[in-house]
Every structure is written in structure tokens, then in C-alpha cells.
């Protein structure tokens, strides 16, 4: 059986979809497609004909590449109001041969069953650690023999609109939401490696409007917070002190501009055409040194809700979302946030572009947690998979120089 899965990630600036296979313990791209949002504000559904009629088309585009029609996916669901929550719980083994998947999954609904508040709807159940009896603490405990199995896990609940919204538009069209998941579960999943088990940090996400930090405790995220303030804030600086409209200042942020003045040239220009007059001639130099100032702005803010949401030392922090694409980003976080501070980065369909990665990580932690649970699924049928596997020249692997590839042997190669 080919296990192959499909991630949905909507954001307020794209909606991005992702088709990914695990063949020989390793994950493979099949096909991605990002379109450009309508009727989303700061990662929130405004407008359901407009997102609904971008869905059909990101769909329509990947079905295209791939040969087939989706009809699963795990759906990215906005993560603002997100309640971060301790859960216990416990339950008799029914198994004379040791814990099973089934175990593990009535451990954690009895578990959950404590701990959903009426006004919240459950996004995910990220277990800590089980227990048999009163023996030591695992992560995975198929096989244990014993009475009763214990767990712990945090649970992330979200406003029942924020689930909803995006589930009942993407019923209305034929798509079935196996999971949801949120922007702090996929960053996670789609950077950590085996020693950010042990260890507290941060993932920082730069989207079009919003950003979102998060914070990690041995891998699993215990806070988060969203910041009204992204990439857009660039384009509205370039649309404003050059007099042009937000989409020519979108183009000049991502194919001319420097996220830092360091490297720009005084010698190199973008011209705009302009009706009736001369041609705009816009300097590299005062471009990046414009988006340096906003980005510096975001950055600090950064800095400032990390020390909101922890007052201990975070051994890690990455930073990752479409903003960080832009050229010599790098040299932006070292000034502000210190030479340790990483890009965490996500190679897809040959280039590098991290706008992708909440929607690649979800993948792995939706594998992972069928992995705990005992299970082989797919989203596809065999017919469909036997389909998919004529159409050679659209499978990337996601490999080699990308921090994905780098935990992919952690993750599945146990």
C-alpha cells in the first residue's frame, strides 16, 4: 500500500497545498501548489465564496499535476485563542498482550474528556509521556503489559468558529478533513530533530499579516501568540513612500529588495512603468534599507513576546514563514535577535521557500501520530495510487540540503 497524504494550509496571504508520500521510510513531494488568499484577514475566513472559489482552484491545480482527484486532506486551522492545556488520563488494558493502538487512543479521549472546555473545540493531543501501572514513563507504550495505562499530553483547543469555518467550506466542496491541525504544529514538526526533545525554544512564523511565536518544551508547544504584524507591513511601507500600488510593492519586496542594506547596491535599479510618464527607478539600496526598518520592527517585537510567554533562557530559536525567503534575512535576525538564532528552512519542488513548511509538517506529525496509534493509512485509493505512479517527472524528494530531509531518518527510520 502507498501511504500518501495531503496538507491544506490556509493562510491569509496563500492557500497552500501539499501531496506527499512516505515510501521506504522517507518523504517524498508528489505535487504542491500555493494561489494567492481572498476573503481572509489575518488568517481568519471574511469572505466564504472567495476562499471557496481559491480552494477549488489550488485543488484544481494539484489534481492536475498529480492525475487524480484529492479527496482527504489535514486542514491548518487559525491558531488565535489557542488554549494550551495539561490533561490526564487513565484506563483498564483490555489487551492481555500488552498496551495496543486501541489503548492509546481511549487513554487520550478519556484524558481529553476532562479537559475541553464547552466553548472550545479540540485542534490536537500531543502526548507527553504514558505509563503502565506504576512503572517509569515512555513515549510509546505498545507492548507494555500491566492493569491500567496512564498519559499525559497537552491539548490544543481553539474557538469552535475557527474549526468550523474552515471544516464546513471544505465539506461544501467535496473534501473530507481527516485532521486539523495549527501553524505551531506543523513549524515544530517540520524543523525539530532529535535533540530539540530535550530542550525549550521558540519557532517564529512571518506570514503575510500576522506572526505567530511559539513556545516548545521538549519538542511538544506549551504557548503561543500572534502579532498583527507581517509582510504585508513591507508592502505598505514600499506602496506608500513610492507611490505605487500594494501588488508592484509585493514584486519589488520579493524580486529586488534586501532584507538588509548590508549587501544592497546604490547602482542597481527596479524600474515600474507608469502611464503617461517616465519610468519609476527605484535605488536597491533605499528599497532594502525601507524593508530593513519594518522587518527590524517585527523582529523586536519578537523578541519581545519570547520574553513575554517564558522568563526562562530558550535554547533555540527558529524563524521561518514566507517573509523569511527574502535575501540576507539572515543578517536582519543576527542584529536582532543574535548569531544563534536559525532560518528554518524547507526545500520544495527544487526551490527553497518556507511558506510551505506549517503544511509539510503537519504531514509528519498526522504519520507520527498513526505511528503511536499502531496504523498504515492512506488518503488515496489504490486505484488512484496506481495512477499517480505514471506521473514520474512530479516527485521531488525532500532531501539533501533541507532541514526536512535532515529529520525525516529520525522520525520514520526507527
Given at each position: 500500500m502507498r501511504r500518501i497524504y495531503s496538507s491544506l494550509d490556509i493562510g491569509t496571504d496563500s492557500i497552500k497545498l501539499v501531496v506527499c508520500e512516505l515510501y521506504k521510510n522517507r518523504l517524498n513531494l508528489l505535487a504542491a501548489s500555493s494561489i494567492k488568499s481572498k476573503g481572509i484577514k489575518k488568517g481568519l475566513i471574511t469572505d466564504i465564496h472567495e476562499v471557496t472559489?481559491?480552494?477549488?482552484?489550488?485543488?484544481?491545480?494539484?489534481?492536475?499535476?498529480?492525475?487524480?482527484?484529492?479527496?482527504?486532506?489535514?486542514?491548518?486551522?487559525?491558531?488565535?485563542?489557542?488554549?494550551?492545556?495539561?490533561?490526564?488520563?487513565?484506563?483498564?488494558?483490555?489487551?492481555?498482550?500488552?498496551?495496543?493502538?486501541?489503548?492509546?487512543?481511549?487513554?487520550?479521549?478519556?484524558?481529553?474528556?476532562?479537559?475541553?472546555?464547552?466553548?472550545?473545540?479540540l485542534i490536537n493531543i500531543l502526548p507527553i509521556d504514558f505509563s503502565v501501572d506504576e512503572g517509569e514513563s515512555v513515549t510509546d507504550p505498545k507492548g507494555l503489559i500491566g492493569d491500567f495505562l496512564y498519559a499525559r499530553a497537552i491539548m490544543v483547543s481553539a474557538p469552535k468558529k475557527n474549526v468550523y469555518s474552515v471544516m464546513t467550506i471544505l465539506?461544501?466542496?467535496?473534501?473530507?478533513?481527516?485532521?486539523?491541525?495549527?501553524?505551531?504544529?506543523?513549524?515544530?514538526?517540520?524543523?525539530?530533530?532529535?535533540?530539540?526533545?530535550?530542550?525549550?525554544?521558540?519557532?517564529?512564523?512571518?506570514?503575510?499579516?500576522?506572526?505567530?511565536?511559539?513556545?516548545?518544551?521538549?519538542?511538544?508547544?506549551?504557548?503561543?501568540?500572534?502579532?498583527?504584524?507581517?509582510?504585508?507591513?513591507?508592502?505598505?511601507?514600499l506602496s506608500y513612500i513610492y507611490k505605487i500600488d500594494l501588488r508592484t510593492a509585493r514584486r519589488l519586496k520579493e524580486k529586488f529588495a534586501l532584507a538588509h542594506k548590508k549587501y544592497a547596491s546604490m547602482n542597481e535599479f527596479y524600474e515600474i512603468e507608469i502611464s503617461g510618464e517616465e519610468p519609476l527607478k527605484i535605488n536597491q539600496f533605499e528599497a532594502s534599507e525601507i524593508s530593513m526598518e519594518r522587518i527590524y520592527e517585527i523582529l523586536e517585537l519578537v523578541k519581545k513576546e519570547i520574553r513575554t510567554l517564558t522568563t526562562h533562557k530558550t535554547e533555540y530559536i527558529f524563524i521561518t514563514g514566507g517573509v523569511s525567503n527574502m535575501e540576507h534575512f539572515e543578517y536582519a535576525v543576527s542584529d536582532v535577535l543574535g548569531d544563534s538564532v536559525k532560518i528554518g528552512n524547507v526545500k520544495l519542488l527544487g526551490v527553497r521557500n518556507n511558506k510551505y513548511v506549517t503544511a509539510v509538517g503537519n504531514i509528519i506529525y498526522y504519520i507520527n501520530k498513526l505511528k503511536l496509534k499502531g496504523i498504515n493509512d492512506t488518503m488515496v485509493s489504490s486505484d488512484d495510487a496506481e495512477a499517480i505512479s505514471s506521473i514520474k517527472k512530479n516527485v521531488v524528494s525532500i532531501s539533501g540540503e533541507s532541514m526536512l530531509g535532515k529529520v525525516f531518518g529520525y522520525f520514520f527510520g526507527e
Open positions: 472559489a481559491g480552494l477549488q482552484k489550488v485543488f484544481n491545480e494539484v489534481e492536475a499535476m498529480l492525475g487524480i482527484k484529492i479527496k482527504k486532506v489535514i486542514a491548518s486551522v487559525p491558531c488565535y485563542f489557542s488554549d494550551y492545556t495539561i490533561i490526564k488520563g487513565s484506563v483498564k488494558i483490555q489487551n492481555e498482550d500488552g498496551v495496543d493502538g486501541n489503548d492509546i487512543v481511549h487513554v487520550l479521549e478519556d484524558a481529553t474528556m476532562k479537559g475541553l472546555a464547552s466553548n472550545k473545540e465539506d461544501s466542496i467535496g473534501i473530507e478533513v481527516v485532521d486539523v491541525s495549527s501553524t505551531p504544529i506543523g513549524d515544530i514538526y517540520a524543523i525539530k530533530t532529535k535533540d530539540l526533545n530535550e530542550k525549550t525554544g521558540c519557532v517564529v512564523n512571518i506570514g503575510c499579516e500576522t506572526t505567530t511565536v511559539s513556545l516548545y518544551n521538549k519538542g511538544i508547544p506549551v504557548k503561543s501568540t500572534v502579532i498583527g504584524m507581517g509582510g504585508k507591513s513591507i508592502d505598505n511601507d
